[in-house]
Structure formats: structure tokens, C-alpha cells
């Protein structure tokens, strides 16, 4: 089974390079985050017609998160449904895909250190773990948290740690907070396979030639308990859908396991 993730940045904008992509390869799942759109606009029959189940909880401009599956999932649910009222419904799904619980996170960025918003995304962290801890059962369960999770959590998921260091995505507070949420039982599938540095995920628009200059992040993460990361295969990178025409800032990352 193929599971693949992608910060496409715009569904709309980016459906070319998403369409292409699929057809090339094939995913069983491809978690999409930042679809940037409301549910009415969702371009869900170019995707149907590419063979896939789509669920998706989107706003206009910012956010917006989708899943496609070859066949339908079992359960979906939008939000951390915790009590608290945000729009989380719009940056976590989790479903139940052949047997295999799966979360697509988009994690918020945080802005600047210090600030409510960077302190909210602290809070995100914390609500995940809390999810983890009350529907899961790390040594039962068969379970896949992948997305953006903006983070970096290893000095060499960035270009130059000790140049950003601490950033919103590459410092203290947030490298604990997500080291919490993968101390529940999460195994990171990319590290097992791609142990090297200098492989990443993420390379800003605002620099000129950063691909080619090595200027990028590791941020999107692909993550599973260890019952599932004994059937993990390969983790790979596609760094071609980042050298495209109009390409988003991050690329697609596939985990492959056995059924």
C-alpha cells in the first residue's frame, strides 16, 4: 500500500501537477494539506475521475485538508471534536482505511515565537497527543499520522540549524512539543528509511535557486506506530513536482507497506 503526502498550497492551482502525479504513481492514499478552498469549489470530479473516494473540510484562502483513498474509508472525522471551538475541522482528519487508522495533520505554521498564534500551535500539539491518548492503543493499534506538520524536528531537517535556531518550526518549545506527541508510540517512517541529511520536503518560494542551492526543511512527516512500521518498505521523496511550472513550496512524500 502506497500512502502519500503533499502540501499542495491550492488544490485548484496545483490540480495539474496532482492529476499528473497521480497517474504516474499510483497512490492507494494521498493525504492533502492547505487546499486553500471552500467545500463547494473542491474540484472533487477530476479526482473521482481518477479513480479515488475524496473527503475534504475546507475555507476560503487558507487551510483546508483532504484524503483520497482508492475505495471509501470507513469513518471519517473532521477536528479534534474536543470541545474547543476553532477550525480544526479544516487542518486534521481522521479516518479508518482497511483496517488502519489515519490522520492527515496540517499543523499550524506559528508565526513568531512568543506570540498567541505560536502558542496555539504549542496547544495544537498538545490536543493531538490528548486524541492519541483517548482513541488509540500504541501497542494495538495499526495507525499513520502524516501532513505538514511544520516542524523540523532534527538539526539535520533544516539546511542550517544553528543559522534558525530557534525558529517556529526549528527551536526548543516546538521540538518538545512534537517529540511529546511521537513519545506516545509514533515511529518516523521517513528517518527509518532516510536516515541521511539534506533530504527535504519543504523549500521556501522567497528564495531564488533554494533547490538547488540545498535551501529547504523537512516538515512533512509521515509517522506510524510500530506495528505498521515493521510493514514499511521504502519512504521516498519526489523532488520533481517542486521544479515544475507553478509548483507549491513543498512536495510529495510516499511511505510504502505491506498489506
Not at 177 to 194: L, N
Not at 218 to 246: M, N, W
Request: charge should be negative.
Amino acid at each position: 500500500m502506497k500512502i502519500t503526502t503533499f502540501n499542495c498550497n491550492s488544490i485548484r492551482v496545483r490540480l495539474p501537477i496532482i492529476a499528473e502525479w497521480i497517474r504516474k504513481y499510483d497512490p492507494d492514499v494521498l493525504a492533502l494539506q492547505e487546499t486553500k478552498t471552500t467545500d463547494d469549489k473542491f474540484p472533487t470530479q477530476v479526482l473521482t475521475e481518477l479513480g479515488y473516494h475524496v473527503v475534504y473540510r475546507g475555507e476560503p484562502k487558507y487551510n483546508g485538508v483532504a484524503v483520497l483513498t482508492k475505495e471509501a474509508p470507513d469513518e471519517v472525522v473532521f477536528g479534534f471534536n474536543d470541545g474547543e471551538m476553532d477550525n480544526s475541522e479544516t487542518r486534521l482528519i481522521r479516518l479508518i482505511y482497511k483496517g488502519i487508522t489515519i490522520f492527515n495533520a496540517y499543523v499550524p505554521q506559528g508565526q513568531e515565537l512568543g506570540t498567541p498564534v505560536f502558542l496555539g500551535k504549542l496547544h495544537w500539539l498538545e490536543r493531538f497527543r490528548a486524541l492519541c491518548e483517548k482513541t488509540l492503543d500504541p501497542a494495538k493499534d495499526l495507525a499513520l499520522a502524516i501532513g505538514d506538520w511544520n516542524v523540523a524536528p532534527l538539526a539535520m531537517d533544516v539546511y542550517d540549524s544553528k543559522r534558525i535556531w530557534p525558529h517556529v518550526c526549528h527551536g526548543p518549545e516546538v521540538v518538545v512539543a512534537f517529540k511529546k506527541v511521537c513519545d506516545w508510540g509514533w515511529i518516523d517512517i521517513f528517518r527509518k528509511h532516510i536516515p541521511q541529511p539534506k533530504v527535504y520536503t519543504f523549500w521556501d518560494y522567497r528564495g531564488m535557486h533554494n533547490i538547488e542551492k540545498g535551501i529547504g526543511w523537512r516538515i512533512d512527516h509521515i509517522l506510524s506506530t510500530a506495528l505498521l512500521a515493521e510493514k514499511s518498505l521504502s519512504c521516498e521523496v519526489d523532488i520533481e513536482p517542486r521544479l515544475a511550472e507553478r509548483p507549491s513550496d513543498h512536495t510529495f512524500v510516499t511511505a510504502e507497506f505491506t498489506e
